[in-house]
Structure formats: structure tokens, C-alpha cells
């Protein structure tokens, strides 16, 4: 997704970053509500009361790693502070930390995924815990007892050994289930969860772990370990600042490239207010397979949809892979300047629903593709255009689907006239 900010000087300024396409769920409300809570209840005696006093403080162990470590840990310490009645500091590296050291704060929030710091610091951190004091784990500070810290791992519950995976895990929406909703860290939490992250593929969990939430098939995505003293939440969610904070409100542009069959009553709403603000909406491909049984969204918003089922007497769509197409812009249009007719090969899909009110873009020549294969959606409250292009590699590699892609983000955030 492009984000599009203004400088001082009114000059428009955007950066590439990974996106969420469509967030049901706000997780900005989530990680706010987490922040404080589980803060809070690391504080709290065994029945896990609610309340937190005032002047507590906080240590945040950062740096290092795979992960955007500056962007989230500026996150959370702005959670925290906007959640008030926290003293806030931030440990860029815990190689060296002492027991004295940890001694003035109440609670670390471990957001640290680099090498082991050492058993020094392994030692004072496990005093600390052992001590009654409260630990939050973060997706970034779990990478750091799957990856490289075998002691930190059996600190806070994880076994530490995981079968490695060739393929990372992908986003994908998670439907979150609470296994103890009773806990006042799950209170306030709307149910069920429907979240867009990007959860560790094997963690495994030593006895004793109680895990408070996780996904249908298994997968724990919250979870606390009680050992003697040690207080300890861990939350395998947030794994970029994108999955930890409410993108609606902070972008121009939503960029759907998933394909989700339906959506509940709360995301359309949400997904409708976006549209319905003068935002940008683009449409990738299998993107158009989204929402079949939301009218509004393919007759009004897009403007078209690939059909997964029969529809009286109209036939299912159709795929074909590894199809030659001859790309040819229908006539002009800001998007399509600087853009000539251009080959590639790529999936095809014919016998879409096409609303008879859009704008043609791109036509091709193949004849197991629908003619039209980019277009301007109908929408009157937002700018939104499809373009079917974009299986793999090979349209992604072609310049003039790249310069198609970026002139579509920049005209629907109204960047590119």
C-alpha cells in the first residue's frame, strides 16, 4: 500500500509498505486494550485484578533482529503513555542488563528479537520474573526464543525447539477464539476476533502453559505462564507495526490483493465507511473474488466479480493459467499515460460479472480472457479500479504493470490528475 503524507512545504511525499488490505477488527483498540491490561495484570496477584496504579514503570527491551524493532517499540511505548499512569523507558539491547538495573521497573515488555545477549543477562532477566515481577512477550520478543535464545524460551513457556518451515508464514485472517474470556485480559475484547497477522507456523508450548486464546486449528496466539512467582503474557500477534494499529483512519488507499469469500456486519460496515470517505480502493486480480455475496461492494464499489458458483442461468467464471495476453489501453485516461500496448503472460478470467457502468482500461486479445481486463469502478464516494492482471512473477516483473499499479494507487488517493 502507498501512504501518502504532506510535507511542511505542501509537497506530497509516499513510501511502499506492507499492507492489511481490509482490518475487521480494529487493532489499534486491540493492542491498546493489551498494552494496558496485560501491563496491569503482570502487576496483579494470582486472581489477576484489574487496576493499575499510578507511577508504574515500564522497561521495553528493543533492537536487533528481523523486525522493524524502531517502529514498534515506538508503538508500544505510545500505547502505553497514551494509556496513562505509566513511566516508560527503552533498553536498545539487553547484552550487559544487570539485576540492579531491572531493579527500579515493574514490569518488561520484551520486544527484542536479535542474538542471545548472554547468560548474564539471561540471568538477571529471570531473577526479575522469578522475583514476582511482570513480563509481556510480543510477537518480535517470541522470535528471539524460536530463533536464537533457548533460555528466554523456557523463561516464558515455549519450548524453544520448533520444526522449521521452507516457507514463512503468509497473512492471513485469523478468526480468534477465547479459551478463557473470563480473564481480565480477554475483557473488553469484542468476540470473535477476526484479525489480519501473520502468526509463528510451529510454536510449541511447555506444560503448564495456559492459553487464553488461539485459532480453530490449534494455533496459540495468546497465552500466560505461571511458574512459582513468574508472572509472564505472551501474544504471538502484531508481527509488523501494520498488524498492531488501526489503518483506517491513516491511509488513502486500500489495495486488495486476498481473496475473502464474506464478511460480517462490523467489517462491512467498516470497509463501507472507508469507501464512503473519498478513499482509494484498488482491486489486484483474485482480488475480485472477494465479498460474492455482497452486491454492494461488486455492482457499486468495484464493479465487477468473478463468479464462483453457477447463478441461475448464468455460468460460473473461468480460469485459465499461463495465457499469452496482448495488453492494449482503451483509449485515455491519467492511469494509462505513458503506457502503450504491451505482451505478458498471465492467468485469465473469463465470463465476469462486469457492471455496464465502468470505464475500460486495458482490453486484451485473448480469447479465453473477458475483453475488458482493467477498468474505473462505478463507485461515486471513492475512487476504485480492478485490474485482472497480476497472477505471479511475470506481470509483477513487467514495467508497464508496475507503472499500471502505481498510477492506479496514486488516482485513486487523488495524487495523479
Not at 460474492?292 to 458458483?309: A, C, D, I, S
Request: proline content about 6%.
Amino acid at each position: 500500500m502507498l501512504r501518502f503524507t504532506r510535507g511542511s512545504d505542501g509537497s506530497v511525499k509516499g513510501g511502499f509498505m506492507r499492507a492489511i488490505v481490509h482490518l475487521p477488527t480494529s487493532l489499534g483498540r486491540l493492542f491498546g486494550a493489551l498494552a494496558l491490561m496485560l501491563v496491569a495484570n503482570c502487576l496483579a496477584g494470582p486472581a489477576f485484578p484489574v487496576g493499575v496504579t499510578n507511577s508504574q514503570h515500564v522497561l521495553i527491551l528493543s533492537g536487533g533482529g528481523r523486525h522493524d524493532w524502531r517502529d514498534s517499540t515506538s508503538l508500544l511505548r505510545r500505547l502505553l503513555e497514551e494509556a496513562g499512569g505509566w513511566d516508560v523507558r527503552i533498553c536498545k539491547s539487553p547484552v550487559g542488563i544487570t539485576t540492579e538495573f531491572l531493579d527500579p521497573f515493574d514490569v518488561v515488555v520484551a520486544d527484542y528479537s536479535g542474538p542471545n545477549p548472554g547468560k548474564a543477562s539471561e540471568k538477571a532477566l529471570a531473577s526479575f520474573v522469578d522475583s514476582g515481577k511482570g513480563l509481556v512477550v510480543t510477537r518480535s520478543g517470541l522470535s528471539a526464543a524460536e530463533e536464537s535464545w533457548p533460555g528466554f524460551a523456557k523463561l516464558i513457556g515455549v519450548t524453544g525447539k520448533h520444526e522449521r518451515v521452507t516457507e514463512p508464514t503468509a497473512f492471513q485472517l485469523l478468526h480468534l477464539k477465547a479459551f478463557h474470556p473470563e480473564q481480565p485480559v480477554m475483557l473488553g475484547l469484542k468476540q470473535p476476533l477476526r484479525i489480519a497477522d501473520r502468526p509463528p507456523a510451529n510454536l510449541k508450548l511447555l506444560s503448564g502453559t495456559e492459553v487464553l486464546a488461539g485459532t480453530d486449528d490449534g494455533k496459540p496466539l495468546f497465552f500466560v505462564y505461571r511458574h512459582g512467582k513468574r508472572r509472564v503474557f505472551c501474544t504471538a500477534l502484531g508481527h509488523d507495526v501494520g498488524s498492531m494499529q488501526d489503518i483506517r483512519a491513516k491511509y488513502d488507499v486500500l489495495v486488495f490483493y486476498d481473496f475473502t469469500r464474506d464478511l460480517d456486519d462490523t467489517a462491512k460496515k467498516n470497509l463501507g465507511d472507508f469507501v464512503e470517505s473519498n478513499k482509494g480502493v484498488v482491486v489486484l486480480h483474485h482480488g475480485i473474488l472477494n465479498f460474492q455475496k455482497w452486491p454492494w461492494w461488486h455492482e457499486e464499489v468495484v464493479g465487477g466479480l468473478y463468479r464462483l458458483e453457477r447463478q441461475g442461468n448464468i455460468p460460473n467464471s473461468t480460469v485459465k493459467f499461463g495465457e499469452e495476453h496482448m495488453i492494449t489501453p482503451a483509449g485515455e485516461h491519467p492511469i494509462t499515460a505513458g503506457i502503450g500496448p504491451f505482451h505478458v503472460t498471465d492467468e485469465t478470467y473469463k465470463g465476469l460479472f462486469i457492471s455496464p457502468n465502468i470505464k475500460p482500461l486495458l482490453v486484451t486479445d485473448n480469447p479465453t480472457s473477458d475483453r475488458t481486463v482493467a477498468w474505473i469502478g462505478p463507485c461515486t464516494t471513492s475512487r476504485a479500479v480492478f485490474i485482472q492482471l497480476g497472477h505471479d512473477h511475470s506481470p509483477f516483473h513487467h514495467p508497464s504493470y508496475r507503472a499500471l499499479v502505481h498510477n492506479s494507487i496514486l488516482w485513486t488517493a487523488g495524487k495523479l490528475k
